[in-house]
């Protein structure tokens, strides 16, 4: 179990892409879960193989994509269409985290 401020948050009742909500961070509750290794960045889900990076990608979220990234998620990873995080952001326009992932890509 995770506390973030006042909220108790386990980690199958907090995706990966989202925010607690209980905090102006909004990347508490995903830190702790890398940190205490509950969370298994490249899992990639059955429906549309997304791993975590992949839904805050889609998602929008830079924060999240940049814990993750620090955490050590892995950039080469496709999902079922064939798409890596740094192509999703590209095609949603999501430069900010674009330009994250390209900056961890070139620092590997």
């Given amino acids: 179990m995770l506390i973030c401020d006042e909220l108790t948050i386990t980690a199958r009742s907090l995706p990966p892409h989202r925010p607690c909500g209980n905090c102006t ?16 960045l490249d899992a990639q889900g059955a429906y549309n193989g997304f791993t975590a990076l992949h839904d805050a990608v889609w998602h929008g979220h830079t924060e999240t994509a940049r814990v993750f990234l620090e955490a050590g998620a892995r950039l080469d990873l496709r999902s079922q269409t064939s798409t890596t995080p740094l192509e999703l952001a590209i095609e949603y326009g999501y430069h900010d985290i674009a330009a994250l992932i390209q900056q961890k890509s070139e620092a590997s």
């Fill in 25 to 40: 961070s909004h990347t508490c509750g995903q830190r702790q879960l890398v940190e205490q290794g509950k969370l298994e």
